[in-house]
């Protein structure tokens, strides 16, 4: 008797930093419009292939980082275009701790 067993796939991804700066003058948290298009804009990570694993802003620094997962950089680049209409966005491959460990470099 021979029994199939389901295997799952599991997709290997990418870690990736990003990093978005704005001016003061050009903050988009203040600009009532802009603001909850660009929550609305993170909240759909998932659907365009991005997962966000953590996100900070820098205090008065106008600064948005973001720790990603997805299959390459392009994926994240235009993910992230929207918010290179205001400001500059910059997307670095990147390694968990673990992983660097275990190659014995960064």
Do not use: W, Y
Not at 20 to 29: G, S
Not at 91 to 101: F, G, I, L, Q, W
């Amino acid at each position: 008797v021979r029994v199939e067993v389901p295997v799952k796939l599991r997709v290997f991804m990418s870690v990736f930093v990003v990093q978005h700066k704005h001016d003061a003058a050009t903050c988009p948290a203040g600009n009532p419009q802009v603001a909850p298009q660009l929550l609305k804009l993170l909240a759909s990570a998932p659907q365009q292939g991005v997962t966000i694993l953590a996100e900070a802003v820098v205090d008065a620094g106008h600064e948005l980082d973001l720790i990603v997962d997805a299959a390459d950089s392009g994926t994240v680049e235009r993910f992230m275009g929207p918010f290179g209409q205001m400001g500059s966005v910059s997307v670095r491959a990147a390694s968990h701790c673990e992983k660097v460990v275990e190659r014995g470099s960064c």
